[in-house]
Nanobody, 124 residues
């Protein structure tokens, strides 16, 4: 069992930065690939970024490439999403998710555990 708690969301202006963190419980964090997803009102939950359990393989949605960076610290049981040059289209609830596998994938149903989400709102 893994429990995930996101933090770091908030209200910012376009062009600003935010850093989201996801803290995981348990002693087997390094066994899980991790993903960040987001869901805007009326839209599906989509992958933003994913990272392998070792941290060596990352994936980014085209919409965030060059602006967002995913990283993890297996010693601290945390995964982070650094978001720069934020745009109003980035407004959504952001979720952290864990998948007991080597690499992260893009499909939400492939993930076993989810956090409660953190709201990110970017004003124009």
């Amino acid at each position: 069992q893994v429990q995930l708690v996101e933090s770091g969301g908030g209200l910012v202006q376009a062009g600003d930065s935010l850093r989201l963190s996801c803290a995981a419980s348990g002693r087997t964090f390094s066994s899980y690939a991790m993903g960040w997803f987001r869901q805007a009102p009326g839209k599906e939950r989509d992958v933003v970024a994913a990272i392998s359990r070792s941290g060596t393989i990352t994936y980014y949605a085209d919409s965030v490439k060059g602006r967002f960076t995913i990283s993890r610290d297996n010693a601290k049981n945390t995964v982070t999403l650094q978001m720069n040059s934020l745009k109003p289209d980035d407004t959504a609830v952001y979720y952290c998710a864990a998948r007991k596998a080597i690499v992260g994938v893009t499909a939400p149903y492939e993930y076993d555990y989810w956090g409660q989400g953190t709201q990110v709102t970017v004003s124009s």
